[in-house]
């Protein structure tokens, strides 16, 4: 069998692949489609720049919308965020339950099973605003 002059590469790509495999499936775990209504127009804006980016629009819609959810979330009272935050991270526990996996984590609401992204970051956020930080 003929070893080529990029044996050395492709087995660092191999052991590469194998290496990030395990984020990748994560990944898909915790990604979820969303069908939304947008203007034509607003679509159409969306497909030019993603594609000058080398994306989907999808994939860039939903980076938008990634960021768009935080600076909703932070703009919420500080009341009502906590409420959200709670109420969208059992939501996120009953989605993953539906994929068969379960979250054990410590944070804000104590070492519990299920998610707490959402009481995550409000707790840290007013972390930070009681020190001035934000």
């Known amino acids: ?11 660092e790509l191999v052991k590469h692949l194998i290496a990030i495999e395990p984020l990748a499936l994560a990944e898909e775990a915790e990604t ?5 209504k947008v203007n034509v127009s607003t679509a159409s804006l969306l497909a030019v720049i993603s ?8 994939s860039f819609a939903g980076e938008i919308l990634d960021d768009f ?16 935050a709670e ?3 059992l939501l996120t526990t009953e ?3 539906k994929k068969g996996i ?8 104590g ?20 020190v001035g930080q934000c």
């Open 32 to 36: 979820t489609s969303l069908s939304v």
């Open 102 to 109: 379960t979250v054990e984590s410590g944070g804000p609401a």
């Open 87 to 89: 109420k969208a991270d």
């Open 1 to 11: 069998m003929k070893v080529g002059r990029f044996t050395g590469a492709a087995q």
């Open 95 to 97: 989605a993953y339950a």
């Open 69 to 84: 959810a935080a600076d909703l979330f932070y703009s919420l009272p500080e009341d009502r965020r906590a409420i959200f």
């Open 111 to 130: 070492n519990i099973q299920g998610d707490q992204t959402w009481r995550m970051m409000n707790a840290v956020r007013s972390n930070f605003a009681e």
């Open 51 to 58: 594609e000058a980016f080398g994306q989907s629009r999808f």
